[in-house]
């Protein structure tokens, strides 16, 4: 049920991205886009890993409203090329 890739997947990608790489999250995202850009993690996956990064660094680099901002442009565009 997690065929796409697009969102349990790429939680965790980001995830160690924000940890083990010092990423922040919003950096972390840029990344992945750059090398899969259909990345969607859910809602709930998002924040949770905005509360991960919070944790981690005591900071929050994106809300969840500008991730879905950014991810409803970044499909919209991937879409109409």
Same mark, same amino acid.
């Given at each position: 049920?997690?065929? *796409? *890739?697009? $969102? &349990?997947?790429?939680?965790?990608? =980001?995830? %160690?991205?924000?940890? !083990?790489?010092?990423?922040? =999250? ?9 090398? &899969?850009?259909?990345? @969607?993690? +859910?809602?709930? %996956?998002?924040?949770? =890993?905005?509360? @991960?990064?919070? #944790?981690?660094? +005591? ?6 409203? #500008? %991730? #879905?901002? +950014?991810?409803? !442009? $970044?499909?919209? $565009? @991937?879409? +109409?090329?």
């Amino acid at each position: 049920h997690c065929a *796409g *890739g697009t $969102s &349990r997947s790429a939680s965790i990608v =980001l995830a %160690f991205l924000v940890k !083990s790489e010092k990423k922040t =999250l919003k950096e972390a995202i840029q990344l992945a886009q750059k090398t &899969r850009p259909l990345i @969607y993690p +859910n809602k709930t %996956f998002m924040q949770d =890993l905005i509360a @991960y990064e919070k #944790e981690l660094k +005591n900071e929050e680099s994106i809300t969840l409203k #500008e %991730f #879905e901002e +950014n991810i409803q !442009s $970044s499909w919209t $565009s @991937y879409w +109409n090329t």
